[in-house]
């Protein structure tokens, strides 16, 4: 039976004990938390109808609210209520609602015994970063079953869930109101909601203006700014943290009622006291302040419950949030935490006892609901308007562009390409979207000029338009690509055009679009960064008192990407006891946001002033702005979102070109041109050569390429397709290869089928193919076909699925196709429509690949320096590159004080290493071209002082001893013992060691040193041994991350070839099912969530890489094996599957305890 209020009241008042949580562990505490008889930390006093029972007071407010014991019959508190003004009390008049209601008057909530119409006007979700405890939707899930006839969002200081709140209450059928509670500088608290699209407009500027006058997650919002920006606001008085509440409570009526004044000043009619009721001990006493004050001042009020979580139980997770926010324990905080558990949202129900003497304040809080009104489909956004030559129209100038681009393009020109350019111009015409494209021609052109690499991607590489104009690289008519996937004539979304941009020169991009189209109407879209599960464990578990190392521990064992799988496992370190209300909370955490960063590439450009439309606030980059809305919710307000992608891959291919230039006397390729037949690139991905190489190297594409064996571009489409999560998930993988490798028959449903889906061998694998499916089965149109694939991927049950079947078996039938034929055809696109890869988007990442390809076969030194110079990118580490560079003969050379640049270079003239042992059959050994290391690699070397050491040898000349370099450069004395750690110093012929003995004398001489009396003096240093290979390979990983020396295996070898452990190498030689053994550095490992728990494993030893699958019984058994070791030791069973070799993991070894093992069975 659920505890009635008057229940709960009497319970907290038997609990006159210490105030305080004193909870032994972090297992007490959660226990705790979860028990719904917990204890209030402050008790309430004055429920209706309670009588005589006697309640203490808070300890902590007893100075200025006495302490209340109510007589039998007397209304609480009236004998003596210190702090509260008195007289203010009696004086207030019964026409108000600072008065007990009568029975008559609760009668009048109440309409055939159903409860009050009741609005929640103060809630709090999850964007309030770590201030609230549920999801928007949660909230309004919880609303509908309460019956509220609205509720407002209220996140802190800004509108962060407010789009997806608003979409989500329209679809369910709840009236969404949209506000804020801003915090003031001077303390204040003030809920305000915007009553109409005016007060929307009054809210983004509010709230830019606010964010934008202080600094990165400190705003400032005074009064004074509230009052310049509240025309269509409605204000709310606020919590009791409110200054309103503070000094009410503090008995300073002058000072409450000269703030009721100057806030009635600013909002007039739009001014409500707020009313909250929470159970604390002087709730009733502080409410009929405010009323009295309320009632003084002519000014209505409301109730709301100030809400936190959706439901009752969301107090324990609201806690441990407050608790990462504050980095503090549950143990510690004390009153930095919410007194009890009150804050979930309630029902008229429930808050009708807590307001039983001001019943009118739940009425007005339903009324206030109903007149706020803001409707966010704000579609047709106007474009901002672009500068065209004199005599053209916007229209007119793109016409003339295009057809410039087509007798560039095609020579000569084609009958189809002409048409389809007819046919896209006249669609944009119509559309009004010429701008738009213009737009996009202009970035394009800006980075051309500036010789930054730029190309679209996306549907709008379906485009021909785009390909004229140059804004996508892909011909879409050779490629036979569909624009109707990007623009129909009556699309409701404005298209997408996503530009990738060389990521160093990203930057000069934004900045000129900013200077082009000012700051006031551009900014950056946000990326809400998310809590995942490891992040999430990390902080649950300092929250709850858990040790550092303790905490650590949990961290590592839980997987990165692992959204909501949180291993038992961790259960050994938690606790069993503690385990299931420690793992509930790590479950609903992940998933909350946890703060704004900017984008990877959403830019808003707008007509009107974007603060007018999107609040904004700094970013953590100076001098960035970002928007508080996402890109998700950009486009569902239907603002102009322009893609300026970083792509690292662009900035690769740019350094190749300009080093290719430097080092070789052949023309520089223009790599947007390259013939697309060249066998000897195909050969080196069907080889798996593709470590660096975009889009085709993960170890999921290392497994799926010697099964394709891609020999033609369309190879190389599919193949980027094809290894996602849809067609691994839908099952279109092996349909597709068994059909390549001939042992399954090509297969069509209808004949008319074959020329859609013969490219993909009769399996749908792209979004186009759906859409002509559907025009060429049901007659649909290419609009409609769309609109069917988007409504097929939104379809959440089957009910929906079927009211989409109907109509497209009329269709078919009007066809002649029969109504099985239609039905078979209908669900093989309703199976793909989720997941289908867009194959413009396809094609353009598979030129890239291709580019990047051809560079590592034809200029690999240039391409390895280039990939090292770009990290992080691409799915392995700097040393696994680095490795790879190797085995194509390619020396990696140590840094180099006189050699060195900031960056890697290429250096040209050493001799290679010949021995091709481990590398692929068809590597191009280079024996003439090599990586040197740049001082940027060096832990503790900061960029400024990298730069600095090229700067002062370019300045004086060449370095030539140890305590030169210090006396020429200000070093910190780290970086001058890892510069000798790693090897900058050899070239003076100097010994490591010794010159770690020297660092701290040496560091006295340089420029930065501030010298003591205290100095101590030199030393001679004693004899020291060389330092050994192993120990120079070790000290390489640890300070640059990349080994110039020996891979760490051949340190092993020795011992794991006693232990009949195999090279990577030997796999080749290896029958299948065999039993076998492997070693190596775990260098990938992943847990796709489409692999139903399998692990999959890449291991590196000299040779190269082994792939490993580790079946989920096997993962768990092994589990922290795999998470506290670098390196391990695989026995399983050997498979090999048309060209791919990979081993099946039985028991995982770590390999310091393997070869321990083994040298005392061996000893």
């Known amino acids: 039976m659920t505890e009635s209020v008057r229940d709960r009241a009497q319970r907290n008042a038997r609990d006159d004990g210490d105030h305080e949580r004193v909870l032994p562990d972090p297992a007490a505490q959660l226990a705790q938390h979860d028990r719904e008889d917990l204890r209030l930390d402050r008790e309430h006093h004055d429920i209706a109808h309670l009588g005589g029972v006697e309640i203490r007071p808070d300890t902590a407010n007893a100075e200025s609210l006495g302490q209340l014991v109510p007589p039998s019959g007397s209304r609480p508190g009236d004998e003596d209520r210190a702090g509260i003004d008195q007289s203010l009390l009696h004086e207030a008049t019964d026409h108000r609602l600072g008065h007990r209601a009568t029975a008559d008057e609760g009668d009048r909530l109440r309409v055939e015994g159903h409860p009050a119409q009741y609005a929640e006007l103060h809630a709090h979700s999850n964007y309030s ?337 785009a390909y004229l104009l140059d804004i996508t690289k892909v011909d879409p008519i050779a490629h036979d690509l569909l624009f109707e996937r990007f623009l129909t004539e009556d699309a409701q979304t404005m298209p997408d055009i996503d530009l990738d941009i060389a990521t160093n020169d990203r930057e000069d991009v934004i900045q000129y679009v900013y200077s082009k189209y000012g700051a006031d109407y551009s900014a950056m879209v946000c990326n809400i960064v998310t809590y995942r599960a490891r992040s999430a464990t990390r902080e649950v578990a300092k929250a709850l008192g858990y040790s550092l190392e303790d905490v650590d521990r949990l961290a590592k064992m839980v997987d990165v990407h692992e959204a909501f799988d949180v291993p038992d496992a961790l259960a050994d370190i938690v606790g069993d006891e503690r385990w299931p209300h420690f793992r509930r909370l790590v479950v609903e955490i992940a998933g909350f946001p946890r703060h704004l960063s900017i984008h990877n590439g959403g830019m808003l450009i707008t007509a009107a002033p974007l603060i007018d439309t999107v609040p904004i606030e700094r970013a953590t980059m100076p001098g960035r702005v970002v928007c508080q809305f996402d890109k998700r919710d950009v486009e569902d307000l239907g603002l ?145 076909g769309d609109k069917l694939r988007r409504a097929m991927s939104r379809a959440r049950s089957g009910a929906d699925m079927e009211r989409l079947r109907e109509p497209f078996a009329q269709g078919a039938a009007a066809n002649g196709v029969s109504r099985e034929i239609a039905d078979q055809v209908f669900k093989q696109i309703a199976g793909f429509a989720d997941f289908g890869f867009c194959k413009s988007h396809a094609a353009a990442f598979a030129l890239v690949a291709y580019q990047t390809a051809w560079l590592k076969l034809y200029y690999p030194a240039e391409f390895f320096v280039a990939l090292l110079n770009n990290q992080p990118m691409g799915f392995y580490s700097p040393a696994v590159c680095a490795g790879d560079a190797k085995r194509h003969g390619i020396r990696m050379l140590p840094v180099d004080m006189n050699r060195s640049q900031v960056k890697a270079v290429v250096e040209v003239g050493e001799t290679g290493d010949d021995r091709t042992q481990g590398a692929l059959a068809r590597a191009r050994i280079c024996r003439t071209h090599h990586v040197r290391l740049g001082f940027g690699t060096v832990d503790s070397l900061g960029e400024d002082e990298a730069k600095a050491i090229v700067a002062e040898r370019e300045r004086g000349g060449a370095y030539h001893s140890f305590e030169e370099v210090a006396r020429r450069v200000a070093l910190k004395e780290q970086a001058l013992r890892n510069l000798a750690l790693v090897g900058a110093f050899d070239s003076f012929g100097e010994e490591r060691r010794a010159l770690l003995w020297r660092a701290r004398d040496a560091h006295r001489l340089s420029p930065g040193f501030t010298r003591t009396s205290l100095a101590i003096p030199p030393g001679e240093a004693p004899p020291l041994p060389p330092i050994t290979e192993r120990d120079r390979a070790a000290l390489d990983y640890r300070i640059t991350g990349i080994p110039t020396g020996s891979q760490a295996m051949r340190f092993y070898r020795d011992e794991l070839q006693r232990g009949s452990v195999l090279r990577s190498s030997a796999l080749n030689q290896g029958r299948d099912g065999a039993r076998i053994r492997v070693a190596g550095a775990m260098v990938v490992k992943q847990r796709p969530g489409t692999a139903k728990g399998f692990v999959f494993l890449s291991l590196e030893d000299e040779d190269g890489l082994s792939n490993i699958i580790v079946r989920p019984n096997i993962y768990a058994q092994f589990k922290r094996v795999i998470a506290e070791n670098d390196a391990v030791v695989i026995e399983g069973r050997l498979q090999r599957q048309d060209g791919v070799i990979r081993v099946l993991a039985e028991t995982i070894t770590g390999i310091e305890l393997f070869v321990k093992i083994h040298a005392h069975m061996w000893g």
Not at 140 to 145: C, F, G, I, M, P
Request: hydrophobic share 45%; net charge negative; aromatic share 6%.
């Open 129 to 465: 970063f770590l201030d609230g405890a549920s999801h928007p939707e949660d909230l309004v899930d919880r609303a509908l079953e309460l019956g509220l006839e609205g509720l407002a969002l209220t996140d802190t200081n800004g509108l962060y869930g407010a789009v997806r709140f608003w979409n989500y209450a329209q679809e369910r059928g709840l009236h969404a109101v949209l506000g804020t509670e801003l915090k003031l500088v001077d303390g204040d608290h003030l809920v305000l909601l915007a009553q109409d699209n005016a007060g929307w407009t009054s809210l983004c500027r509010l709230i830019s203006r606010g964010q934008l006058a202080g600094e990165k997650e400190a705003p400032r919002f005074t009064l004074d700014l509230v009052r310049e920006h509240a025309e269509g606001i409605v204000c709310l008085t606020g919590c009791a943290r409110g200054v309103l509440s503070q000094t009410a409570r503090a008995g300073q009526t002058d000072a409450a009622r000269r703030h009721l004044a100057r806030l009635r000043e600013i909002f007039g009619n739009r001014l409500y006291v707020e009313l909250e009721h929470h159970l604390d001990a002087d709730d009733d006493l502080l409410g009929d302040a405010l009323c009295a004050l309320a009632d003084e001042a002519g000014v209505p009020i409301v109730a709301t419950n100030n809400v936190h979580y959706a439901r009752a139980d969301g107090r324990g997770l609201h806690d441990v949030l407050r608790c990462i926010d504050e980095g503090t324990t549950l143990a510690e905080a004390g009153h930095r935490l919410k007194p009890n558990g009150e804050y979930y949202l309630k029902g008229a129900a429930e808050l009708e006892p807590l307001f039983a003497r001001r019943p009118q304040a739940i009425a007005n809080a339903a009324a206030l609901a109903r007149e706020c009104n803001v409707d966010l489909r704000f579609r047709y956004q106007r474009l901002p308007g672009f500068a065209v030559p004199q005599g053209h129209t916007a229209f007119s100038f793109m016409y003339e562009l295009c057809h410039k681009g087509l007798a560039e393009r095609y020579q000569p020109v084609t009958a189809a390409a002409a048409r389809q350019l007819a046919r896209e111009l006249d669609v944009i015409e119509r559309t009004r979207l010429a701008e738009f494209f213009l737009i996009n021609w202009d970035i394009v052109r800006f980075c051309k000029e500036k010789g930054i690499p730029a190309q679209g991607r996306g549907s709008a590489a379906n485009s021909i338009v």
């Open 640 to 784: 102009i979102k322009m893609d300026l992608l970083g792509l690292r891959t662009l900035s690769l291919v740019k350094d190749a070109r300009a080093m290719i230039a430097a080092h070789h006397d052949t023309a520089v390729p223009d790599l947007d041109r390259l013939p697309l037949d060249d066998a000897a690139v195909y050969d080196l991905l069907c080889e798996v050569d593709t470590i660096g190489v975009f889009q085709v190297e993960s170890r999921a594409q290392a497994q799926a390429l010697p099964r394709v064996r891609p020999r033609n571009f369309a190879d190389i489409v599919v193949e980027v397709a094809i290894i996602r999560p849809g067609p691994l998930q839908g099952n279109a993988v092996n349909p597709y290869i068994n059909r390549r490798q001939g042992r399954e028959p090509v297969t069509y449903l209808h004949p008319s089928l074959e020329p859609i889906l013969k490219e993909t061998l009769g399996v749908i694998l792209f979004q186009e193919q759906i859409l002509k499916v559907a025009m060429v089965i049901a007659g649909f149109s290419a609009a409609q």
